[in-house]
């Protein structure tokens, strides 16, 4: 069983930066693709980034040269460095990771940019 924790979301202003984390623990040897998700009120949740176990990262078009997925193997974790924040970018942001076939889901972290 794996369980994923969100950290380091928050409020700034349009034009600023914030660092997501997520921590994956549980019973597991390999945590494979890890990947961010994000939802605003009353839109489809999307898919932000994702990054492979060896570093091959993917992004939404609208984040691109903006946005930078990192993970580090050893900790189980994965991060987002988000910069040149848009109001746009607000909502709730998810950890999502596979292992072993099998989707695991974080709670979920607020993002707020005002304008």
């Known amino acids: 069983q794996v369980q994923l924790v969100e950290s380091g979301g928050g409020l700034v202003q349009a034009g600023g930066s914030l660092r997501l984390s997520c921590a994956a623990s549980g019973s597991f040897f390999v945590v494979n693709t890890m990947a961010w998700y994000r939802q605003a009120p009353g839109k489809q949740r999307e898919l932000v980034a994702d990054i492979t176990p060896t570093g091959t990262t993917n992004y939404a078009d609208s984040v691109k040269g903006r946005f930078t997925v990192s993970r580090d193997n050893a900790k189980n974790t994965v991060h987002l460095q988000m910069n040149v924040l848009k109001a746009e970018d607000t909502g709730v942001y998810y950890c999502?990771?596979?292992?072993?076939?099998?989707?695991?889901w974080g709670k979920g972290i607020l993002v707020t940019v005002s304008s």
């Open positions: 999502w990771a596979m292992v072993l076939h099998m989707n695991f």
